[in-house]
């Protein structure tokens, strides 16, 4: 099962760009990356998943290095709307592993300042 | 397209009770999975459910319990409930069978207060 490390909090100012680093050294071949935000008392929503390079979309930008063992979301110009849980997660490829079908972790508190 | 339903938002129960939580797909959507979010412990996965056939499973006691109907509408069921149950649970659905790069689109919740 392909666990991931994030930093815990992280602070910003409206904005600025944010860049949030996870790590996945176990990460499969099989597996993608996918990075889901967390607003208070509401379920996760997916911002963007990618495989490896570069993803973007209307959201966020996903840099993924070529050994895949991290990743990094980017949120260009981000506003007090953004404040927020952003979680890294890998998935686990195999349909017939119990160990459970995605790893949340603990997630980064993001924190948009005025 | 409707989201994710969940009912109900809110719930208290006393320890030793059960109780059982509903969770609607998206129209259309087959996998329903649940998750368990504590202060403590974060985002936990529970179970996965596909075509009414559970597909994976967290690592949680047999208290914890789920189903799938035909119309792909899913329950989960806590026994004998505990205080460290007290939690938000979480259901999300997807499109189709369970694989890293399906998006999970995920409920309000329900928050359990066990008392």
Known sequence: LAKTTQPISMDSYEGQEVNITCSHNNIATNDYITWYQQFPSQGPRFIIQGYKTKVTNEVASLFIP????????????????????????????????????????????????? | K????????????T?????????????????????????????????????????????????????????SRSEMNVSTLELGDSALYLCASSIGQPTSTDTQYFGPGTRLTVL
Request: proline share 5%; hydrophobic share 30%.
């Open chain 2, 15 to 71: 320890r030793g009770q059960q109780v059982t939580l509903s969770c609607s797909p998206i129209s259309g959507h087959r996998s329903v999975s649940w998750y368990q979010q504590t202060p403590g412990q974060g985002l936990q996965f529970l179970f996965e459910y596909f075509s009414e056939t559970q597909r994976n499973k967290g690592n949680f006691p047999g208290r914890f319990s789920g189903r799938q109907f035909s119309n």
């Open chain 1, 66 to 114: 070529a050994d895949r063992k991290s990743s990094t979301l980017s949120l260009p110009r981000v506003s007090l709307s953004d404040t927020a849980v952003y979680y890294c997660l890998v998935g686990v490829a195999d349909r017939g592993s119990t160990l459970g079908r995605l790893y949340f972790g603990r997630g980064t508190q993001l924190t948009v300042w005025p």
């Open chain 2, 2 to 13: 409707a989201g994710v339903t969940q009912t109900p938002r809110y719930l208290i129960k």
